[in-house]
Structures are given as structure tokens and as C-alpha cells.
């Protein structure tokens, strides 16, 4: 089994490229893990995830990463999986509404890779292997801190957690029919600026953690 390892920055995977075991990388072996670099927001990753897709046809695409969360009910560096994905910042914004491209009928809500306006992954109950809370997500290039864009976010598309890159492997995956899963860390709640209060160190320790456990389940997985 060919599996890739994606994430927009070295950091959040360093730990666990540096520890995997060979058994589960070593030439030969039934499950080959590689890492992915992709860039941060989703032009660099929709480029990236593409010809890593084309060239590469991996079994298996495990996207991971940190992310804010929305749920202030939900413990920061926890880790959880995203069910579905949902374009957040791709629109317009009129007499303070937020409209997106489904409201201005530039894309139906059904055209392929979209369900009901969502970017679903369908591969999810065949590989949330460690059973993680699952999640809906809304992906943005510009990470969100005003209150009245939270509340607009919230509003349209009740979403737990913001990505930066998360649409633009559901979009590419669904479209290439390659098995995914979106994998993420909770480093801090949408909108609080004050790092201080954030939790990256443990919640890269955490994600780190999971893939590790979650390359011990693949190899072991009949």
C-alpha cells in the first residue's frame, strides 16, 4: 500500500517523518509511507496534491496539519478527522451577507466533486482507523479574527474547525478517485490572536502522535 503523507509545513510532520518505524517505509514492505510538502492555502496545495495525485497515484492521501477550532467546548491540541469540507472565503459579501458561489448560482450545488454544496469524504469510515471525532470543516486563504466574519461562518456553514488547505484535498481527491483522510490538530480557537493561549507545541505533539499510531493500525490493517 502506497500511502503519502501530506502537510503544508515541515513542522507539523517532522516528528513523525523522524520516527517512523521501517518497517512501515522500507522498500519492499507491504505499506510505503512517504511525506508530502504541499505549501500553505489551497493554491499551493490544489497545485502540489495535483501532480502528487497524477504522478503518483497513492492508495492513500492522509492530509495533516493544525487547525483552529470554532468550538470553544472542544479541548485545544485534541485531534480530530474531517467529514466534510466546505469553500468559506470564494464569493462575495453584500449588505453584510456572506454569499458564495452556490447563492450567486456560478457553480450547482451537485456538480462533481460537490454534494449539496460540500466536499464530503466518502473514504472516511474505511480509514478513521483510531476512531477520532469527526469533524465538518470550512477552508479559508485568510485566517479568520473578526467577530462579525466568525459569526458569519458560523451562521452559514456550522463548522467546527478552519483550514487552510483541507477543500482543496477533498475537491482533488474526489475528482482523481484517490482514498483520503484530513487529519487535524487544534492549536487554538478561531478569532483568539493572543498565542499565549494557543497550544501548537501539544497539538503538533498530539497530530505527531496519531500518525504514528494510525501507521501501526495501516500495516496491521487485513
Known amino acids: 500500500?502506497?500511502?503519502?503523507?501530506?502537510?503544508?509545513?515541515?513542522?507539523?510532520?517532522?516528528?513523525?517523518?523522524?520516527?517512523?518505524?521501517?518497517?512501515?517505509?522500507?522498500?519492499?514492505?507491504r505499506l510505503k509511507i512517504t511525506f508530502h510538502i504541499t505549501g500553505v492555502g489551497v493554491l499551493a496545495s490544489a497545485v502540489s496534491l495535483t501532480k502528487l495525485m497524477l504522478e503518483e497515484r497513492p492508495d492513500l492521501v492522509i492530509q495533516a496539519g493544525v487547525a483552529g477550532c470554532f468550538d470553544i467546548t472542544v479541548p485545544l491540541a485534541s485531534v480530530v478527522v474531517v467529514k466534510e469540507e466546505m469553500l468559506g472565503d470564494t464569493g462575495v459579501e453584500e449588505d453584510n451577507e456572506w454569499k458564495d458561489i452556490f447563492d450567486l448560482k456560478l457553480h450547482a450545488s451537485n456538480?462533481?466533486?460537490?454534494?449539496?454544496?460540500?466536499?464530503?469524504?466518502?473514504?472516511?469510515?474505511?480509514?478513521?482507523?483510531?476512531?477520532?471525532?469527526?469533524?465538518?470543516?470550512?477552508?479559508?486563504?485568510?485566517?479568520?479574527?473578526?467577530?462579525?466574519?466568525?459569526?458569519?461562518?458560523i451562521?452559514?456553514?456550522?463548522?467546527?474547525?478552519?483550514?487552510?488547505?483541507?477543500?482543496?484535498?477533498?475537491?482533488?481527491?474526489?475528482?482523481?478517485?484517490?482514498?483520503?483522510?484530513q487529519v487535524r490538530a487544534i492549536s487554538n480557537y478561531v478569532g483568539e490572536r493572543d498565542k499565549t493561549k494557543w497550544l501548537m507545541k501539544e497539538a503538533i505533539l498530539n497530530?505527531?502522535?496519531?500518525?504514528?499510531?494510525?501507521?501501526?493500525?495501516?500495516?496491521?490493517?487485513?
Open 111 to 153: 456538480f462533481p466533486p460537490f454534494e449539496k454544496r460540500k466536499l464530503l469524504n466518502p473514504w472516511l469510515a474505511d480509514y478513521n482507523l483510531c476512531e477520532l471525532p469527526e469533524v465538518d470543516a470550512v477552508t479559508v486563504n485568510e485566517i479568520t479574527t473578526k467577530t462579525a466574519r466568525i459569526k458569519q461562518l
Open 1 to 29: 500500500m502506497n500511502v503519502v503523507i501530506a502537510a503544508a509545513t515541515l513542522p507539523e510532520v517532522e516528528r513523525c517523518m523522524q520516527n517512523i518505524d521501517a518497517l512501515y517505509t522500507g522498500v519492499g514492505k
Open 207 to 222: 497530530l505527531n502522535d496519531h500518525l504514528l499510531e494510525y501507521a501501526d493500525k495501516l500495516y496491521h490493517l487485513k
Open 155 to 181: 451562521k452559514k456553514y456550522a463548522p467546527v474547525i478552519e483550514t487552510m488547505e483541507g477543500a482543496a484535498l477533498h475537491y482533488i481527491a474526489r475528482l482523481q478517485n484517490v482514498a483520503f483522510v
